[in-house]
C-alpha cells in the first residue's frame, strides 16, 4: 500500500498512542499496579498496526511476542501475585 501524506499522518497519530500506552504501561508495571499490563497490550496493538501499514514483518512480529509476553504477565500476576518467587 502506497503511503500517502494521509496515511504518514495516521501513522505518526497512531505510534503516539502507542508510545504514550507503552510507558503508562512501564511505569503501572514498576508501581505493581495490573493495569500496566493492558496498557502495555494496548500499546504494542498499536505497534502492530504500524507493523502492518508499512508492511514491516519485524515491528509486526516483536509487537505479537510483546503482546503475548503480556498476558502471559497478567495471567501469573493474577494466580501467583505479584511476587511470584
Same mark, same amino acid.
Given at each position: @500500500?502506497?503511503? $500517502?501524506?494521509?496515511?504518514? *499522518? ?9 508510545? &504514550?500506552?507503552? *510507558?503508562?504501561?512501564? &511505569? ?17 496493538? @498499536?505497534?502492530?498496526?504500524?507493523? &502492518? @501499514?508499512? @508492511? ?8 505479537? &511476542?510483546?503482546?503475548? *509476553? ?8 493474577? $494466580? ?6
Amino acid at each position: @500500500m502506497p503511503i $500517502t501524506p494521509f496515511l504518514k *499522518i495516521i501513522a505518526d497519530v497512531i505510534g503516539w498512542i502507542g508510545n &504514550v500506552c507503552f *510507558i503508562g504501561g512501564a &511505569v503501572f508495571i514498576a508501581r505493581k499496579q495490573l493495569k500496566g499490563f493492558w496498557w502495555q497490550i494496548g500499546g504494542n496493538l @498499536m505497534y502492530f498496526i504500524q507493523g &502492518v @501499514m508499512f @508492511m514491516c514483518s519485524s515491528l509486526w512480529a516483536i509487537s505479537l &511476542v510483546l503482546i503475548s *509476553i503480556n498476558i502471559w504477565g497478567l495471567y501469573t500476576w493474577k $494466580t501467583k501475585g505479584v511476587n511470584n518467587e
